[in-house]
T-cell receptor
Framework: DTEVTQTPKHLVMGMTNKKSLKCEQH?????MYWYKQKAKKPPELMFV???????INESVPSRFSPECPNSSLLNLHLHALQPEDSALYLC?????????????FGQGTRLTVV | LAKTTQPISMDSYEGQEVNITCSHN???????ITWYQQFPSQGPRFIIQ???TKVTNEVASLFIPADRKSSTLSLPRVSLSDTAVYYC????????????FGSGTKLNVKP
């Protein structure tokens, strides 16, 4: 199984809502990532989890809150987002930050903030 | 971080070989070169990775000259389904989080 599964595929939320994005992988990968991608732009790294601990936060606003409950799951909690946060949110995993050669990406969650 | 420069877009026809070049003048000794493919509304997919000379797999070849300041992704006999954005990434292979996506090349394959 070389799949990274993201749910939901689409999400529309109001600026006062709280929602969560979920990501799951069963490849035994110990590094997991969140990326944000705006239309016609490359993916931008947001967070990196290494062995279930947050290792990189690319100065992401606190209205985005990542969580790694276990080695297979990664969540992104959303609260009080702005319309400019509308984007495709991608989750990825790699075997190990210290030895991975390939990252596997999910299909993404298309988020619209209204 | 090594900055990469790619053409914004390229056009090709079905059956042709396509070569996409990426410039990375300040590549570091420990850096590898990796290419990803992305279709609309999907996550990027790993294509190929290399350090020097030539690497070939079932879908592409990667050519890296001796000075490693550039690299060329070669796609043999493209089809319409190869229409996508291709990203060149340069970074330390020991740490994927040091791989950042460049601007990418939009390849349009025409019938």
């Amino acid at each position: 199984d070389t799949e990274v599964t993201q749910t939901p595929k689409h999400l529309v939320m109001g600026m006062t809502n709280k929602k969560s994005l979920k990501c799951e992988q069963h490849m035994g990968h110990r590094a997991m990532y969140w990326y944000k991608q705006k239309a016609k732009k490359p993916p931008e790294l947001m967070f990196v989890y290494s062995y279930e601990k947050l290792s990189i936060n690319e100065s992401v606003p606190s209205r985005f809150s990542p969580e790694c409950p276990n080695s297979s799951l990664l969540n992104l909690h959303l609260h009080a987002l702005q319309p400019e946060d509308s984007a495709l949110y991608l989750c990825a995993s790699s075997q190990d930050p210290g030895g991975g050669t390939e990252a596997f990406f999910g299909q993404g969650t298309r988020l619209t903030v209204v | 971080l090594a900055k990469t420069t790619q053409p914004i877009s390229m056009d090709s026809y079905e059956g042709q070989e396509v070569n996409i070049t990426c410039s990375h003048n300040n590549i570091a000794t420990n850096d590898y070169i990796t290419w990803y493919q992305q279709f609309p509304s999907q996550g990027p997919r790993f294509i190929i990775q290399g350090y020097k000379t030539k690497v070939t797999n079932e879908v592409a070849s990667l050519f890296i000259p001796a000075d490693r300041k550039s690299s060329t992704l070669s796609l043999p006999r493209v089809s319409l389904s190869d229409t996508a954005v291709y990203y060149c990434l340069v970074g330390d292979i020991s740490n994927f989080n040091k791989f950042y996506f460049g601007s990418g090349t939009k390849l349009n394959v025409k019938p």
